[in-house]
């Protein structure tokens, strides 16, 4: 067996003349691809649009960083939590249910997705019906905005609460001060004329309230702000296994294949 030297242009006038080879396998690649395609379906992605941003003015006490966002992050990242926490994804199965949709949620949660860019949040929702992952990108939107607003409520409560118990805390014992006719006559002040047993009740109980308000906030804080910002629209175009771009795929991977068999072919018989 001796060395033989490759020619290109020697393989490709050979390839040129098995041309009915290299046809074979491509028909075989296309008909591989369209199979593919009758066992998986294209799929539509939906997505819907959520805004999140923190509203500086109500929060003076954090200071807008330009070169480090990681308390800009950690603050919508706890709402971020919320859009995807199972409290908002089994309200949207619940009322997909309730609606007359019969989907396996456990499966058919794997179908979500979710991105962010800088103040959006895209929920992105594929599924074999582009009406139906519309509706469930949109209902997710809505369930995750009204979890928002909810804890958002209790976060507001919560600093409300807050500065309540500030001010009952600054509060002096009133002096007790008798008229001649025996009429009180302590002066009126914000803490009102609470005796300091009466005004340490009303601590403890703002500051159990502060505990619920608090924990109902799911970690949110006043400053934060949501909007929906924009429902799906109906994918027209498949995002995965488009018929089209599968069967050109599998033309394609044939016509290689045909090409590397008529070369390996060549070579073995000028050996």
């Not at 074999?128 to 469930?136: F, I, L």
């Not at 009133?174 to 005004?199: A, H, K, M, V």
């Not at 340490?200 to 924990?215: D, L, M, P, S, Y």
Request: hydrophobic letters at 45%; glycine letters at 6%; aromatic letters at 10%.
């Amino acid at each position: 067996m001796t060395s033989v030297d490759f020619s290109p242009l020697e393989a490709f006038e050979f390839a040129l003349r098995r041309w009915w080879l290299i046809a074979i396998f491509v028909l075989a690649g296309g008909l591989l691809g369209w199979g593919f395609t009758r066992l998986h379906a294209p799929r539509y992605d939906a997505r819907a649009m959520l805004v999140i941003t923190i509203d500086y003015q109500q929060a003076p006490e954090l200071v807008q960083q330009t070169d480090d966002h990681y308390m800009e992050d950690h603050i919508i990242g706890a709402a971020y939590a919320v859009v995807i926490s199972t409290y908002v994804l089994d309200q949207v199965n619940a009322e997909l249910q309730a609606q007359g949709y019969s989907l396996d949620w456990k499966k058919y949660i794997r179908n979500l997705a979710w991105e962010r860019k800088r103040s959006e949040f895209w929920l992105r929702v594929r599924d074999r019906d582009p009406k139906m992952a519309v509706t469930v990108a949109d209902l997710w939107a809505e369930k995750a905005y009204s979890a928002l607003v909810e804890f958002h409520q209790h976060a507001v409560n919560a600093r409300i609460l807050r500065e309540y118990l500030a001010a009952l805390s600054a509060c002096p014992p009133p002096p007790e001060i008798e008229s001649p006719d025996g009429l009180d006559t302590r002066p009126p002040s914000l803490c009102g004329n609470g005796s300091p047993p009466e005004i340490q009740q009303a601590i403890e109980t703002v500051t159990a309230q502060i505990e619920v308000e608090t924990a109902g906030s799911n970690a949110l804080i006043p400053a934060l702000a949501f909007s929906l910002g924009r429902k799906a629209d109906i994918p027209v175009t498949p995002s995965a296994y488009r018929r089209s771009l599968v069967l050109a795929a599998g033309a394609l991977l044939g016509c290689a294949a045909g090409i590397v068999a008529v070369s390996i072919s060549g070579r073995y018989r000028r050996l």
